[in-house]
């Protein structure tokens, strides 16, 4: 969550409460009023459509000596990138988010008996154009086969700057009406916003395979549905009162 501050100069002493909004007058050591103020938090939430797709793709091969469990997984990581970039995932959108080597055992009959050794080689592919997600997935599959790795999908709004803006308005909104409700109850007369902190977040459900689960060619055509994502906005704003 990002957080940005605005801060603008309260003349006098103004208690804020934390979480109810709160009328608080203070009067100064002469026992004159000094100032007053009104904190209150507003909120403003849209949706939109995620415009970016996250997935792990990997590979994981099991093989009798490390040699060939490395130069196999080389083999298969190489195609399986080379296979993602075709399908028009930029190469600055693919990373490695995972490489790992270890030999794996047999237990059977109280004895430890090595079986071969694991190589999983795994990257983080950005694919942008979400009408082509199912044909990239599909296209990974049937390049890697029986041994592709699928560990998880996200989806995000990466241009999401009019939300964000269309948020702020709406909470704007809440804690100005808020705040003149609040204002009018004491008596008071609603001033300017003297501090504001800003919050703002994205919210969705997110579907999500698990690190064994795994999609074979006879998957064809995989559905993606992006859904639509909350962007938030929140605003603890404190306003002068006189």
């Given at each position: 969550?990002?957080?940005?501050?605005?801060?603008?100069?309260?003349?006098?002493?103004?208690?804020?409460a934390?979480?109810?909004?709160?009328?608080?007058?203070?009067?100064?050591?002469?026992?004159?009023?000094?100032?007053?103020?009104?904190?209150?938090?507003?909120?403003?939430?849209?949706?939109?459509?995620p415009d970016?797709?996250?997935m792990?793709?990997?590979?994981?091969?099991?093989?009798?000596?490390?040699?060939?469990?490395?130069?196999?997984?080389?083999?298969?990581?190489?195609?399986?990138?080379?296979?993602?970039?075709?399908?028009?995932?930029?190469?600055?959108?693919?990373?490695?988010?995972?490489?790992?080597?270890?030999?794996?055992?047999?237990?059977?009959?109280?004895?430890?008996?090595?079986?071969?050794?694991?190589?999983?080689?795994?990257?983080?592919?950005?694919?942008?154009?979400?009408?082509?997600?199912?044909?990239?997935?599909?296209?990974?599959?049937a390049?890697?086969g029986?041994?592709?790795?699928?560990?998880?999908v996200?989806?995000?709004?990466?241009?999401?700057?009019?939300?964000?803006?269309?948020?702020?308005?709406?909470?704007?909104?809440?804690?100005?009406?808020?705040?003149q409700?609040l204002?009018?109850?004491?008596?008071?007369?609603?001033?300017?916003?003297?501090?504001?902190?800003?919050?703002?977040?994205?919210?969705?459900p997110?579907?999500?395979?698990?690190?064994?689960?795994?999609?074979?060619?006879?998957?064809v055509?995989?559905?993606?549905?992006?859904?639509?994502?909350?962007?938030?906005?929140?605003?603890?704003?404190?306003?002068?009162?006189?």
């Open positions: 969550m990002r957080k940005i501050v605005i801060a603008a100069l309260a003349v006098g002493a103004i208690l804020v934390a979480c109810t909004p709160n009328v608080t007058v203070e009067n100064d050591a002469t026992g004159a009023t000094a100032s007053s103020g009104i904190a209150v938090s507003g909120t403003g939430e849209v949706l939109g459509t970016t797709l996250q792990s793709f990997g590979v994981s091969v099991l093989r009798p000596t490390v040699e060939q469990a490395v130069t196999d997984a080389a083999s298969l990581a190489d195609g399986l990138i080379s296979t993602l970039e075709a399908s028009g995932v930029a190469t600055e959108d693919i990373q490695t988010a995972n490489y790992s080597i270890y030999p794996e055992y047999d237990y059977s009959n109280d004895q430890q008996k090595i079986v071969g050794y694991r190589v999983n080689n795994t990257v983080v592919a950005k694919i942008r154009d979400l009408d082509s997600a199912g044909t990239v997935i599909d296209a990974a599959v390049q890697s029986d041994e592709i790795q699928v560990s998880g996200s989806f995000s709004i990466e241009d999401d700057e009019e939300l964000i803006t269309a948020a702020r308005d709406a909470a704007w909104a809440d804690a100005q009406a808020k705040a409700q204002a009018d109850l004491a008596g008071l007369t609603l001033g300017k916003a003297v501090a504001i902190t800003e919050s703002f977040s994205s919210n969705q997110e579907p999500f395979y698990g690190a064994d689960d795994r999609l074979t060619a006879a998957d055509a995989t559905p993606i549905e992006p859904g639509e994502q909350q962007v938030a906005v929140t605003l603890d704003i404190r306003f002068e009162t006189t």
